[in-house]
Each structure stands twice: as C-alpha cells, then as structure tokens.
C-alpha cells in the first residue's frame, strides 16, 4: 500500500470521517463518512445522506466534494486528499477524477461496490485524464465494524 501521508496523520483525519459516518447512523443511512483536505485543512465534509435528502447522488463523498468546492470557490480541487471510511464506488471515483483530487485514504474494502481495487482498479485506467493518489487499510476494522454492525442490526 502506498501512504499518501504518514499512519499517524492518516488516523487522526480518519477520526473525523469516523464522526461523520456515525451521523448517517444517527440519520439510519449506511453509516460511511467522509472528509476533504486541502493544506491539511478541512474544507468539506459529509454523511451517507441519500434517503434523508431523497438523493440517489448524496454519498459521502459526493458531498464532501461539494462542500468543498463551494468553500474554496474552485470546482477544481487539485492538491486535496479525500479521506473516506469506507472505499468508493464508481460514481464517487468519477466525481474525484472530475474534481482533480489528488489521493485518496479509505478504511475499509468495499468488496461489492468498491471501485478502487475491489471491483475496479483506479490504477488501471491509464486512458484517463487523472489518476490519484490511494492509501487504503486506516483504521480499517473500525471502519468495517461500523457498515456489518449497522446491516446486523437491519436483519
């Protein structure tokens, strides 16, 4: 696994896409979160919110990249690391490449949507305009404990 920035760092900004993943429970959305850094600041941030807000598109990475975007007046967001709880799907990848964000660090695989390295690999796609950054695996059995407890409790 490549670091895109040191464990230490990498955990400590997990935490807070922790935070946000627990409202989305709070909320009763899949519990993912997510955060967007840009010069080691938080600029966005957002929750797994698609039934709440009646929006197929609301993950949470969509909405940290919106957020961001309005924030730092730029739809651009070169030089930003997203850090994501859970890996992303398809759509989200696709927002991130549009964004132009440069890594992301997720916790754990997602091995039915995932695509990074689950179900895609990003790292393939040399024919793309923009590649970024992956660090993967932060904190990662409290990120999946967090998406099988909140499915046990649905069954």
Known sequence: MERVMNLAAAEIWMQEAIIEARKAESEGEVPVGAILLLNEKIVGRGHNSPIRLNDPTAHAEILALR??????????????????????CIMCVGAMIQARVEAVVYGAEDPKAGAIRSQFQVE????????????????QDECADLIKKFFASRR
Do not use: C, K, M
């Open 124 to 139: 393939d796609w040399h024919r793309l305009n923009h590649i970024f950054q992956v660090s993967s695996g932060i904190l």
């Open 67 to 88: 957020q961001a975007a309005r924030n730092s007046t730029n739809y651009r967001l070169s030089g930003s690391v997203l850090i994501v709880t859970i890996e992303p």
